[in-house]
């Protein structure tokens, strides 16, 4: 589940109207209570929000003048304060805590360490033994001896309860919740309070009964302070053996909430590890699942997108070059965009000069290119040219032939188009992740014309570029054949159908498709309605006249490059489309006919 963010809000506004509520309340109307309490409602309300008002209003706030004391008088009412009392205070310093140690990027079980001792310090130094020291003996020693017992066992009941919500929740779909500088990481907080509170009441509930704490109190202005403290002397009404057992109990729940989420969730990560990342429903997570596999699988922080082509912007543009010296020159942008797949349909993506699929660089066999690209990305990439032979250090795999692009920089390739035909680039750093995400393009070289093979000459040519895409939400993930990462749309040329683009004809003319395999993960049995089809060129080969297959179906696997004559034969419309037939569908739906990998062949007579 991913909480939008007006939900956040809005808890807060009431968080916030609550707290203001009840310090008002105490702090103006002055509400009969120990000056510790009054802060203690505060801070319980300003995690508590309606929860902590509505406590407030039921169990301490004085209904009519004089009646305070007999109102707070019933024990489930004396509990609730005493669960206010020590939960204020731990809370303030576990929160406090894990806003430093997320800060810092500590793993999240060293964070719970911390946060205990933190919580448990603040609790007993500051709440309970500073503010209660009068009532608890007058000297700040008695207090804190006083008070480490009842302290301790209510922070670990406290612990019980929040650790586990912290843990799987931090960890969970949406791991923005560790960072402090989301709202989700606050809302997480006052979720892990709010938990914290009911499993410490019952505990809280007994030690006021046995009179090992205070709950709440009535303090009248008018009041001698000496006989009004007397009053709130206590005398514990328990056994040790009782104590004990407690108290085992207590630090049995406590480690239990430590370390069972720690079956489930990955707690040696830390907030540098995981980064905010937002996980694909249905990806396996379990205790031993590493940052960097999570980061991967992220979707696209939607904060990141710099620009949003038009609904009807169409990819694969061709790319204009500077000739400088004979050389052509050519920019690539990489950046983060949003994109229309359908009119209706907006993914985020990774794309070259704010396009998808990346624009077509067509050149002439023997061309000298030099290609700057520059890296507008969050994560470092490089661009690696599918096929062809050039210098190795031009081939672009990140680590191995060169250093991967860092975000901000730019790196220029530079190599002579050697061999005509079909070709394409894409990214080849974390290719599973960027090119799913849209990062590649045509790469088209012509042959030198006393080269050309007038043998399968054409009238019309199309390039069709595949990808499959995995957005929820209005979040897009990379679609990776794994678990959680399966796609649900698919497109030609970045639009799916019924927006691809549609290839017109008459009767007896010939069309040369160019099938790219430009998708990460299926191999797409393309189909042509209307009559077989020539195979003229693979991979940028061609193939002898001799050898050409005529078939109607060809699989079109990731990196491949199928090269097709298809003749319109009958006046009509003719399909062209993947046989696998999820993948003419739109997240599963079928419009006009079909989806995702379908464009149509319209043949006039
Ligand atoms: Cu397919």
């Not at 810092?104 to 209660?132: R, S, T």
């Not at 250093?403 to 730019?410: L, T, Y």
């Not at 009509?572 to 149509?600: R, S, Y």
């Amino acid at each position: 589940m991913i909480i939008p963010e007006w939900i956040l809000f809005t808890w807060f506004g009431l968080a916030a109207l609550s707290t203001a509520y009840v310090a008002w309340d105490n702090f103006v109307a002055k509400n009969p209570e120990e000056k510790v309490m009054k802060w203690g409602w505060v801070l319980i309300t300003l995690y508590m929000g309606p929860i902590g008002l509505t406590l407030y209003v039921l169990s301490d706030k004085e209904p009519a003048p004089g009646t305070h004391e007999e109102f707070v008088r019933p024990l489930w009412k004396q509990g609730v304060g005493s669960t206010v009392h020590c939960i204020a205070g731990d809370a303030t310093g576990i929160i406090t805590a894990a806003a430093i140690t997320a800060a810092l990027g500590l793993p999240m079980k060293i964070d719970f360490i911390v946060e205990y001792i933190a919580g448990f310090a603040f609790g007993l130094f500051i709440f309970q033994a500073l503010f209660m020291k009068d009532m608890l003996g007058g000297s700040y020693p008695r207090a804190l001896r006083a008070s480490f017992i009842p302290e301790w066992l209510s922070m670990n009941m406290m612990a019980t309860g929040m650790f586990p919500v912290m843990a799987f929740l931090m960890m969970g779909r949406d791991m923005r919740a560790m960072e402090p500088s989301e709202p989700l990481f606050w809302f997480v907080m006052s979720l892990g309070v709010i938990v914290g509170f009911a499993v410490a009441y019952p505990v809280n509930v007994w030690m006021v009964a046995k009179n090992l704490k205070h709950g709440l109190m009535t303090v009248r202005p008018a009041q001698d302070s000496h006989s009004s403290h007397s009053r709130h002397q206590m005398k514990p009404d328990v056994t040790r053996p009782q104590l004990a057992s407690v108290a085992f109990l207590t630090v049995l729940a406590f480690l239990a909430g430590m370390v069972l989420p720690g079956l489930k969730v990955n707690l040696d990560l830390s907030a540098d590890d995981t980064r905010g990342a937002i996980m694909p429903p249905g990806m396996i997570m379990v205790r031993d699942t590493p940052g960097q596999a999570m980061r991967d699988m992220s979707a696209i922080d939607p904060d990141l997108v710099s620009y949003r082509a038009a609904p009807d912007a169409r990819g694969d543009r061709t790319l204009v070059a500077d000739d400088v010296n004979g050389v052509k020159e050519y920019e690539l942008e990489a950046s983060v965009i949003g994109w229309n797949i359908l009119s209706y349909e907006r993914v985020n993506a990774y794309a070259f000069n704010r396009q998808v699929p990346g624009p077509r660089i067509a050149v002439n066999e023997g061309d000298r290119l030099r290609i700057r690209v520059r890296n507008n990305l969050p994560e470092p990439t490089t661009v690696h040219w599918h096929g062809l032979v050039l210098p190795n250090a031009m081939d672009g795999p990140a680590e191995i032939t060169q250093d991967p692009i860092r975000p901000g920089d730019a790196f220029t390739y530079e190599f002579t188009a050697g061999q005509p035909g079909t070709f394409f680039y894409h990214s080849h750093d974390h290719p599973d992740r960027q090119q799913a995400l849209g990062l590649y393009g045509a790469l088209i070289i012509k042959p030198r014309d006393d080269a050309r093979d007038r043998s399968y000459d054409y009238d019309q040519d199309v390039v069709i570029q595949l990808q499959e895409w995995l957005e929820r939400e209005g979040y897009t993930y990379p679609a990776m054949l794994m678990e959680g990462g399966l796609p649900n749309f698919f497109t030609i040329n970045g639009k799916a159908y019924p927006d691809t683009e549609r290839i017109t004809m008459r009767v007896g003319e010939r069309v040369r498709v160019r099938f790219i395999g430009s998708n990460n993960n299926f191999i797409h049995p393309m189909h042509i309605h209307g009559g077989p089809f020539e195979i003229v060129e693979t991979d940028g080969n061609p193939v002898p006249e001799g050898a050409r297959l005529l078939k109607d179906t060809v699989n079109v696997g990731p990196g491949e490059r199928w090269d097709v004559i298809w003749t319109a034969r009958r006046p009509g419309k003719w399909l062209l489309h993947c046989h696998i037939p999820h993948h003419t569908t739109n997240d599963n739906v079928e419009e006009q006919g079909a989806g995702g990998l379908t464009t149509l062949i319209e043949v006039s007579p």
